[in-house]
């Protein structure tokens, strides 16, 4: 099993950026998709970013949002620019079962979870 860490989160305004990173242990997670998803009070887990060899974005950070992995492959970082009040939310990295590659969007795909990191922009 893979314990996920993610690391990042806080305060910041609107326009501002922020960098979440998120670190596995346990064994490798080079080899299958690594996503970061995100959960507002009262609102349901939405996928924000995923990465295999490729990457996929949410309509909604398109543009401003940058998911990249480490040449290790065991660190994942979402660089966040042009925040928005919106994109408050726990911001979860979340990894798929080994050998599964495939970028879903559907939390319920993913086997692995980090604790959550609090992401709050202020308007």
């Known amino acids: 099993q893979v314990q996920l860490v993610e690391s990042g989160g806080g305060l910041v305004q609107a326009g501002g950026s922020l960098r979440l990173s998120c670190s596995a242990s346990?064994?490798?997670?080079?080899?299958?998709?690594m996503g970061w998803f995100r959960q507002a009070p009262g609102k349901e887990r939405e996928f924000v970013a995923g990465i295999n060899w490729n990457t996929v974005y949410a309509d909604s950070v398109k543009g401003r949002f940058t998911i990249s992995r480490d040449s290790a492959g065991n660190t994942v970082s979402l660089q966040m620019n042009s925040l928005r009040p919106e994109d408050t939310a726990v911001y979860y990295c979340a990894a798929r079962r080994r050998g599964l590659a495939y970028i879903s969007k559907n939390p319920r795909d993913f086997t692995s979870w980090g604790q959550g990191t609090q992401v709050t922009v202020s308007s």
């Open positions: 346990g064994r490798a997670v080079s080899e299958q998709a």
